[in-house]
Each structure stands twice: as structure tokens, then as C-alpha cells.
């Protein structure tokens, strides 16, 4: 039997503070709140499209570079969010340029340093 992935349920990252974290995609990048199982440790699940993001709290995380993963958001134009995440006072912007195809990248990182990427649709020409 082959095994048919139908698409990306969700993204789980550990936090260290839940309600920073919380404050970040909800407020700083305008995540929609989900509800939540009532599990038997803190967390939060945002929405993403038809995506989630799991965040569960770890008072336990270490304090260490986490570039080495990320995850991708797909937007109309990085240049407009950009210009949004400076309106709201997140100065945590790493680069934004153009991969080799001409799709516009920003990259981004969260209050314990997660990567987050957005970009867009190459241009074309």
C-alpha cells in the first residue's frame, strides 16, 4: 500500500515563555488563535492557512541558535510585510533578498530564535 500524504497538518515548536510566544503570532504576526486539546502541559495551536502551529511551552529550552530550522509562510508580498513587521516594532529581521529564481525571501526570527521565512511567488517575467 503506498502511502499518500494529503498535505502538512502542522509545524510544533518548543517555547520557553507561552505567553510571549503567543503575543508574537498572535499579535506581532496575526495568527488566528485555534482551540486546544486540554493536554496535561502548556500550549498554544495558531492557524496558517489550512496549516497549524503547535506551540508547546518548555521552561526547560535552552538559550541556543535554532536557524537551523524554519518553516516557510506563503505571502502576497514580503516587501508589504516587511514594511508591517517594522509598523508593529519587530526589528528581528535577519535578510530579505531574492532566491536564484526570483522569488522574494524574508527571513525572520521569533523570541527564541526560530527562522521563520515569507515569501512569494517568483516573479515573472
Same mark, same amino acid.
Given at each position: ?6 498535505? /502538512? ?8 515563555? *507561552?505567553?510571549?510566544?503567543? &503575543?508574537? #503570532? ?6 488566528? /488563535? *485555534? ?6 502541559? +502548556?500550549? =498554544?495551536?495558531?492557524?496558517?492557512? =489550512?496549516?497549524?502551529? @503547535? /506551540? ?11 536557524? @537551523?530550522?524554519?518553516?516557510? /509562510? *506563503?505571502?502576497?508580498?514580503? #516587501? ?7 509598523? &508593529? $516594532?519587530? $526589528? ?10 526570483? =522569488? ?9 530564535? #526560530? ?6 511567488? +517568483?516573479?515573472?517575467?
Amino acid at each position: 500500500m503506498a502511502i499518500e500524504v494529503k498535505e /502538512l497538518n502542522h509545524v510544533a515548536i518548543h517555547v520557553s515563555d *507561552l505567553e510571549e510566544s503567543m &503575543r508574537f #503570532y498572535r499579535d506581532v504576526l496575526g495568527l488566528t /488563535l *485555534l482551540p486546544r486539546p486540554e493536554f496535561n502541559f +502548556p500550549g =498554544a495551536w495558531f492557524a496558517f492557512g =489550512a496549516q497549524e502551529l @503547535h /506551540l508547546i511551552e518548555d521552561k526547560t529550552l535552552l538559550d541556543a541558535p535554532r536557524r @537551523h530550522h524554519h518553516f516557510a /509562510l *506563503l505571502v502576497e508580498d514580503t #516587501y508589504a510585510v516587511k514594511a508591517e513587521l517594522n509598523d &508593529r $516594532g519587530w $526589528g528581528a529581521i535577519v535578510s530579505h533578498g531574492e532566491r536564484p529564481d526570483g =522569488a522574494p525571501q524574508l527571513f525572520i526570527t521569533d523570541p527564541d530564535g #526560530y527562522s521563520i521565512e515569507f515569501t512569494s511567488l +517568483p516573479w515573472r517575467k
